[in-house]
């Protein structure tokens, strides 16, 4: 039986001294964690919604029905906000629920109502109120009062979220071996949001409003968007490690060294508030900054990281009941190295830069996907379907990869990104066959999140 430390609100029977594995908190920690969960699982829901209109809004007879101007877009917006910044955030929300004692669970329920709501607001945002869809980097945004007091009430509930878990620490002696470790990952993610979201306070106060509406909105969420890129490497990394742990690997990393190389992610966010303090007006420089800022962060960490799970992989045991975690953790890894090699080829604005972001994404996605597996039973549901668990990562990866292929190919003919069809301008075989390819990979991916879905439906239909 589990043994419950009441004054910390953890219980261990999770593993957590046996390696890199987290042990599960309280009951109230695990059902806060599950209403995350289920915040990030209806993210998902939505996205694949608003992929349905996106494709109606462009088919024949049926895009009468949607009477707002460029509904395309705007379903668009909505569907990359859901499918990325909520969805990521939401199960960001999970892990730094599993990381914190039950202290102040009161504002950890708190930000996750507030973030629900948000999330509905941003859902229905297109047919409340008709809006400009802006296509900005990172987080897109229909320019509407509602749309963007749903983005507000969602921001508030993740800084209240974020604020718990640096408080709401375990006691000192889950911070030791491989387990603080993991731990030291998801507060270090923790703290990365913090400055996240003072960058876009920040960057709020700095920017003039005489900015055209699209580049005003990139500005404000360059700041910002490139730190939650650390967030989410952060929380990926220490994902992984937990993932490998639980396929029984042989990882080849002290739990220091594990420390040290997850804090050389963490570092290169306090050179941050030095890039607001020396903004001198020169737009290309402060972008810049923050671009090579995410180039030197994402130099160090992963690689020995997902060297050393490979050896551990190769030298550890097998289970098949791991399969599933083994397929998300090698399938995110593989995703992650094409996304990190694409980035050494983008020279200019074309889909080779869509093909990067769309590998480290799906990297991370896969992450959360493999994580979500192996934590049902644990935050009390059945066991998923082993056989198609251990398929959808697979399915899905290839999917990404098919899809990342024909963007860089297609980027590499000069096709532009964030435009669509006339507007493409595929002219040649080459373009069209490029094109051709990312379609298919996007539909491979899509029924890959839809096995997904209905893996862990299935299994949350009724506790064990």
């Known amino acids: 039986m589990s043994s419950t430390h009441q004054q910390t609100g953890i219980e261990i029977g999770d593993g957590g001294a046996r390696g890199f594995a987290l042990s599960m908190p309280s009951e109230a920690g695990r059902r806060l964690a599950s209403g995350w969960l289920w915040l990030g699982l209806a993210s998902l829901v939505g996205a694949g919604l608003f992929a349905i209109l996106l494709v109606l809004a462009r088919t024949p007879y049926f895009q009468d029905f949607f009477p707002w101007v460029d509904f395309f877009h705007t379903a668009l917006v909505v569907h990359v906000d859901l499918s990325v910044l909520l969805w990521f955030l939401a199960f960001a929300g999970v ?4 990381n914190s004692s039950s202290r102040f669970i009161v504002i950890g329920w708190l930000a996750l109502v507030l973030a629900a709501n948000g999330a509905v607001m941003i859902v229905l945002s297109p047919f409340v ?7 900005s980097n990172y987080v897109p945004v229909i320019h509407s009062t509602f749309f963007m007091m749903g ?21 000192a002696n889950l911070w030791r071996g491989a387990e603080g470790s993991i731990r030291f990952g998801f507060l270090a993610a923790a703290i990365s949001t913090l400055f996240a979201l003072a960058a876009f306070g920040w960057s709020y106060i700095m920017i003039p409003g005489t900015y055209d509406t699209t580049q005003y909105y990139d500005l404000l969420f360059w700041g910002s968007g490139h730190v939650l890129q650390f967030t989410y490497l952060l929380l990926m990394l220490a994902g992984w490690l937990w993932l490998a742990d639980a396929c029984g690997a042989s990882i080849p990393l002290t ?7 997850l804090m050389l992610v963490l570092l290169p966010i306090f050179y941050v508030p030095v890039i607001y303090l020396t903004y001198a007006g020169s737009l290309p420089d402060y972008m810049g900054q923050f671009t090579q800022l995410m180039k030197v962060g994402g130099a160090f960490g992963p690689v020995p990281i997902a060297l050393a799970i490979v050896y551990g992989i190769v030298k550890g045991e097998r289970t098949s009941a791991t399969g599933p975690q083994r397929a ?43 994580l979500t597996f192996h934590l049902l039973q644990r935050l009390g549901y059945r066991e998923p379907d082993l056989k198609w668990a251990t398929l959808m990562p697979y399915i899905y990866g290839a999917g990404q990869a098919l899809h990342i292929f024909g963007l860089l190919w297609s980027g590499g003919y000069g096709v532009q990104r964030k435009v669509a069809g006339a507007a493409q301008e595929l002219h040649g075989f080459a373009q069209k066959a ?20 209905v893996v862990v439906f299935r299994a949350m239909r009724r506790m064990k």
């Open 255 to 261: 739990p220091r060294i594990a420390t040290v190389l």
């Open 95 to 98: 892990l730094w629920s599993l």
């Open 151 to 171: 983005l507000i009430v969602f921001a508030v509930g993740i800084a209240l979220l974020v604020l718990r878990s640096l408080i709401a620490l375990p006691a």
């Open 434 to 453: 490029g094109m051709g390819l990312m379609g298919f990979g996007g539909l491979i991916a899509v029924i890959g999140g839809i096995v997904f879905l």
């Open 328 to 370: 998300a953790l090698l399938s995110s890894m593989f995703l992650f190295a094409i996304g990190g090699g694409i980035s050494l080829m983008i020279r200019d604005s074309n889909t080779i830069i869509t093909a990067h972001y769309h590998g480290t994404g799906g990297a991370i996605s896969l992450a959360f996907m493999g």
């Open 129 to 135: 109120e008709t809006g400009i869809p802006v296509m």
